[in-house]
């Protein structure tokens, strides 16, 4: 089993910034992918941003610019640096990690997918 605790949400003013973290833990895994996704009361989650493990990054173009997603690969942790937040910025952010798993010394080629159990971000006069 993996978890993911979040951390860093809360109020902020337009124009204001935010810096969320993501640490996967658990026994015998290892992290490929990790990813911020948001959501709103009765609407889809979406994509804000993505990162491999090599680096390369992917976001959602409403926050190009403004957000910048990093890890840190030994910490198993995953940051959303958010700046220059607009109210429609105002949202739950949940965590996503893609898994690998190992049997003994062996890592297995199957991946699984975890969330976090979200953090609410609100930006607000």
């Known amino acids: 089993q993996v978890q993911l605790a979040e951390s860093g949400g809360g109020l902020v003013q337009p124009g204001g910034s935010l810096r969320l973290s993501c640490a996967a833990s658990g026994r015998c895994f290892a992290v490929n992918a990790m990813g911020w996704y948001r959501q709103v009361p009765v609407s889809q989650r979406e994509l804000v941003a993505t990162?491999?493990?090599?680096?390369?990054?992917n976001y959602a173009d409403s926050v190009k610019g403004r957000f910048t997603i990093s890890r840190d690969n030994a910490k198993n942790t995953v940051y959303l640096q958010m700046s220059a937040l607009k109210s429609e910025d105002t949202a739950v952010y949940y965590c996503?990690?893609?898994?690998?798993?190992?049997?003994?010394?062996?890592?297995?080629?199957?991946?699984?997918?975890?969330w976090g159990q979200g953090t609410q971000v609100t930006v607000s006069s």
């Open positions: 996503n990690a893609q898994v690998m798993h190992y049997t003994g010394a062996v890592l297995l080629p199957a991946q699984s997918d975890f």
């Open positions: 990162t491999t493990r090599g680096g390369s990054t």
